[in-house]
């Protein structure tokens, strides 16, 4: 009933940019807060970054500075532009909503994933 289907990565060389792009569809009545996590093999699932319907921001210390978390509400669509990516930023990036369906129920909600690939 709802799907997150993110898009944007591949391969960069360090010192590069990305801009991955979520976007939410479905039975959504209202969304609150939209976020990025990654996770790197072998290690666990972590945030990076989130954003609350109104705008406030939050952020990974490695994502500080360097990332950039943006919202489109009325596109029900989430961006992270990420700038002088690092080989450690290697990881599978996911999207994840806390949402509001139309049925009234809250739940949490998870893209595919995305590969981010930082190699020279």
């Known amino acids: 009933q709802v799907q997150l289907v993110e898009s944007g990565g591949g391969l960069v060389q360090p010192g590069g940019s990305l801009r991955l792009s979520c976007a939410a569809s479905?039975?959504?009545?209202?969304?609150?807060?939209m976020a990025w996590y990654r996770q790197a093999p072998g290690k666990q699932r972590e945030l990076v970054a989130s954003i609350l319907s109104g705008g406030f921001t939050n952020y990974a210390d490695s994502a500080k500075g360097r990332f950039t978390i943006s919202r489109d509400n009325a596109k029900n669509t989430v961006y992270l532009q990420m700038n002088s990516l690092k080989p450690e930023d290697t990881a599978v990036y996911y999207c994840?909503?806390?949402?509001?369906?139309?049925?009234?129920?809250?739940?949490?909600?998870w893209g595919q994933g995305t590969q981010v690939t930082v190699s020279s």
């Open positions: 994840n909503a806390h949402l509001k369906t139309v049925g009234m129920r809250w739940g949490d909600y």
């Open positions: 479905g039975r959504i009545f209202a969304i609150n807060v």
